[in-house]
């Protein structure tokens, strides 16, 4: 994790960010940008020119005072009328500024939004269990409300500068000293602002892990997913006592900035106030003096007032706009990160039909967070044509193995070769497009019967054929006319309206993806664990008759199940320790044959 500790010199470098920020602002609205910018830039002029036509309205009543000029009188009233059209000018400004910043922030926030998804998207599955990464994508995520407030934070800034520059101008004219005091005044309570920022965005960033456990405490407190588990279980007081022992935390340690924050800004402003106040008696013992008109006197006075607000919120403003910039680090390191799967510069396309099947050369693997190898020395080839069952106790290594079949992981020593290329040379989408795998734990999705089955294959999702047809093959068939909308039932029951289903009709809603695409290679990691023995008999005795002339991979600890294959691979702590047919291995009498007999006398 990086420093959390910012100072002076990382706030501006982080302001580097800001110009490919403002070239992802301008791709989601370059209209609106650029009448937005239009827009401030004459906002900016009008605090001056209010107060010019001001001094020139009062130097033309104490002049009227003494002279009863009716040219001056007529020239009076325009000014006034000047002032009253400035004034609606700015109101209508300020509104329709409001507007573009909304509708800007709104625009941005949904591009960043799909930008953040489509590279998630990039990612490998390691990424995603790597617990630095997560905080990241939460940070990347989570700051979507920040960044739209930057972007308009930046162009206030901007605009306030230029109302500055117009009241400066004036104010040098005058007496260039003024400024200086000015700065004086107001530097302190900059620098202690900054101070105070630069410590809560530590805090913030030392909390990001616990954020994300307050996130997951208040998700697993109160959603339909979890109430069943939590209830029966009574946890709730568990729950809550872990999420209120972290929230008090949280609060007591930003109390303690917000406190000594509250007490310096006093001080500071006790400041500014007071560099005010010497400017202010310095400009009356010149009007006093006849040196200034009583117009000048309200102008000087106005624009050091308006000068000192405006650099106070410039100042603080530029320690929460270089917060946001900092903040855009964490969303733009996210970008960074590269997949490391990726594809070979000049990748082989997929061989149709496949040839020799896949070999695997001494492979092992270890997930990146583990000390211990979850594969290892793993040697066999899967044959064209060829269904493989894997067999062995929990955690053995069988869903990693077909993970790295997939190529979700790649190997961590010796490689996987199919028809003698390593799996690495070919192209990404092509390998994962000509496998089809359905996971244990696949997804449920919050969707439609028919959704939920064409997700095995997005692109035919308009093939009602193919959907009747591969809910026909994994018998989910007979639960769409079961359900009252049918194929078009919402499931789930996140949803107005959505029917939840049985564990067991869940799986065979997932199993019909498989048969959704024309895969050369299907891999069924054990999804048929919860349907009962009948069923999963059925349901694999179809899949060993549709998937004819393909390969296939089962996990089950059904032996049932696995007998239908042509050859069984028993593992043992990542390593292979039998392979053969069902009665070689019973010939042989080792680790297969003490499974197999352990659940025949649980049968009887
Ligand atoms: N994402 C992960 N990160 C770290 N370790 C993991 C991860 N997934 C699995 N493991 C570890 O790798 C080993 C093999 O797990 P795997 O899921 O391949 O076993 P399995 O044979 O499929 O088990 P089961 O029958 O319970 O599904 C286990 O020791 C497990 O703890």
Not at 340 to 358: S, T, W
């Amino acid at each position: 994790m990086t420093n959390p500790n910012v100072n002076f010199k990382d706030r501006l470098r982080a302001l580097r960010n800001l110009p490919a920020f403002f070239k992802l602002v301008w791709a989601s609205g370059r209209a609106m940008m650029a009448i937005n910018i239009v827009l401030r830039f004459f906002k900016a002029a009008i605090p001056f020119l209010l107060l010019f036509v001001g001094k020139l309205i009062i130097d033309r009543v104490v002049h009227l005072n003494q002279t009863h000029d009716a040219f001056a009188e007529s020239y009076l009233w325009k000014l006034v009328a000047a002032e009253f059209a400035l004034a609606l000018l700015s109101d209508g400004l300020s509104r329709a500024i409001t507007l573009m910043d909304g509708l800007l922030g709104d625009r941005f926030a949904n591009h960043t939004s799909v930008r953040i998804m489509e590279h998630a998207g990039l990612l490998d599955l390691d990424q995603f269990e790597d617990a630095t990464f997560y905080d990241k994508l939460e940070r990347a995520r989570q700051q979507t409300a920040g960044r739209t407030i930057l972007l308009s934070q930046v162009m206030s800034q901007v605009q306030d500068l230029i109302t500055v520059g117009f009241l400066a101008a004036g104010l040098i004219a005058f007496n260039p000293w003024l400024i200086i005091l000015l700065i004086v005044a107001i530097l302190p309570a900059f620098l202690g602002e900054s101070y105070f920022n630069d410590q809560t965005y530590a805090l913030s960033r030392r909390q990001t892990p616990q954020r994300r456990e307050l996130d997951y405490l208040r998700y697993i407190g109160a959603s339909d997913e979890t109430a069943k588990e939590i209830k029966m279980f009574s946890l709730s007081r568990f729950i809550i006592d872990r999420f209120k022992a972290l929230s008090d935390k949280f609060y007591l340690d930003s109390k303690r900035i917000a406190i000594k924050r509250s007490i310096w800004g006093t001080l500071f402003a006790l400041l500014g106030s007071l560099g005010y106040y010497g400017a202010y008696v310095f400009i009356i013992q010149q009007t006093v003096s006849g040196a200034l008109s009583i117009g000048e006197l309200t102008f000087l006075a106005g624009s050091f007032r308006q000068l000192r607000s405006l650099l106070e919120t410039i100042l603080s403003r530029f320690t929460s706009v270089s917060q946001g910039a900092i903040y855009l680090s964490d969303f733009f390191d996210f970008f960074k990160i590269r997949p490391r799967i990726q594809n070979a510069d000049r990748p082989l396309p997929f061989p149709d039909p496949i040839q020799q099947g896949f070999t695997f050369e001494n492979v092992g693997f270890k997930y990146t967070n583990s000390e211990r190898w979850a594969n290892r020395h793993l040697h066999f080839t899967l044959h064209p044509t060829e269904k493989l069952a894997l067999v062995g106790e929990n955690g053995a290594g069988k869903s990693t193995l077909v993970k790295l079949l997939a190529r979700l992981y790649d190997p961590s020593e010796g490689r996987i070769l199919l028809d003698g290329h390593d799996l690495r040379e070919y192209d990404l989408n092509d390998l994962r497009k000509h496998i089809g795998v359905i996971f244990q734990d696949f997804l449920r999705y919050q969707m439609t019967f028919s959704q939920n089955i064409a997700a095995g294959n997005i692109d035919e999702q308009t093939n009602k054929e193919l959907i009747y047809r591969s809910a026909s093959q994994s018998m989910a068939d007979e639960l769409a006319g079961k359900l009252p909308g049918g194929y078009e039932q919402m499931l789930g029951r996140r949803f107005a309206e959505g029917v939840e289903l049985s564990g067991g009709e869940w799986q065979k809603v997932a199993i019909a993806r498989a048969y959704m695409r024309d895969a050369q290679l299907v891999i069924l990691d054990e999804p048929t664990s919860a349907l009962d023995a009948r069923a999963e008999f059925q349901v694999f005795e179809r899949f060993t008759e549709l998937t004819q002339g393909k390969m296939a991979v089962l996990i089950s600890h059904r032996f049932s199940t696995v007998r239908m294959a042509d050859r069984i691979i028993v593992l043992d702590k990542g390593e292979i320790t039998e392979i053969g047919t069902h009665e070689e291995l019973l010939a042989k009498g080792g680790r297969y044959t003490e499974l197999f007999e352990l659940q025949k006398m649980g049968y009887q």
